[in-house]
């Protein structure tokens, strides 16, 4: 087996050939270059994710590519590549100004972008927070960046309440960043008031003038009042008695508006009604049909009302009823009702001229009475003659058919007689 200076030779199926021992050199030479040095760590610095990605890409630029390499290139090489592999790490590192609600800090980081760096420093993005640049914008190395959270506010502006969002972190700024009108307002808390993430509840009235309308005069004054009631105190006018205003006084004034003062007077006036009665029927058999006999009489009943009278502005209202006391109880009117049958005819009497008789005693009329008031009906009865024939009451209150009746009876009774003047009408 041969040997040569250059050291060991393959052998035909790549196995390195032995030299006899007395060949063997006193020292051996190293057969493969000195492993590089370890990849210097990376320069501390606050990119979070960012920062271990970069610094893992940049480790595995900085690796030798293999063996090969080792063998090949010196250590010389090796150390100036690492070299160069760092620096391009350290210039990477951006020096960036963040700002968050209104507190600057000074940051190394390795973020490409605005939301990149956010992200690496925990900081979280609402819909109502405001952040400069944007998200999307990329980073150089002198950037400042500003995050300011939104503020939830429970703002009620005269009377009317909503929910606001503002940026600001107290109240005096919250309210120019909303843009109400603070000059003369009353605020419910200070100005200077801080406002945290959680918010707050803000009640803000600013200052209106109302007008009032008050004993002919008319008084303007500008108010923060949160009542009609308080606005009408601070223009010195004072209610008394019955004394309103045409807006209720706990209603919120506004601006521009106008109320006026109702000034009023009042007395009680009471006054006496009657009450009309009742009317009870009694269905009598005895009596003929068409008959009423009155029993008793009835008797209205006494109501006291009193009644509020009132002027407003001089000006007399509608009396209004305030309440009633019956002083005396109505008497029902009672009546009896004949529910007997007329008889058809009378013997002796059915022939003769009954309507001639009515015509010329009394006009045809059942109801009619004479001048003096003693004779009433068709054919003129007196009370005591009616009577006498059956009948109840007086003739003129009932009906024209009993009425013909009795006077049939009276005929058969008396003959013409009764009627001296009119008489002779029964036989034409």
Known sequence: MSTSQDGPRAGRWGATATLPFHEQPTQAAPLTAPAPPPAPAPV?????RAAARRGARRRKAARPAGDGLRRLVPQALVVAFLAGGTS???ADDKAVRLTVDGVPRTLHTFADDVGELLADEGLTVGAHDIVAPAPGEALSGDAEVVLRYGRPVSLTLDGHRRQVWTTADTVDGALRQLGVRAEGAHLSVSRSTAISRTGLALDVRTERAVTF???????TVRTNAATIAEALDEAGITLGGEDTTSVPGDAFPRDGQTVTVLRITGTTQTREEAVPYAVERIRDPGLFAGTEVVDRPGTPGLRRITYHLRSVNGVKQRPRRTGEELVRAPVSRKVRVGTRPLPASVAGADGLDWGALAACESGGRPDAVDPSGTYGGLYQFDPGTWRSLGGTGVAQDAPAAEQ?????????QRGAGPWPHCGRRLLR
Not at 213 to 219: I, K, M, P, T, V
Not at 404 to 412: C, D, P, S, W
């Open 88 to 90: 391009a790490f350290v």
């Open 404 to 412: 013909t009746f009795r006077a049939k009876k009276l005929y058969v």
């Open 44 to 48: 501390p610095a606050q990119g979070g």
């Open 213 to 219: 309308l008050a004993d002919g005069r008319e008084r």
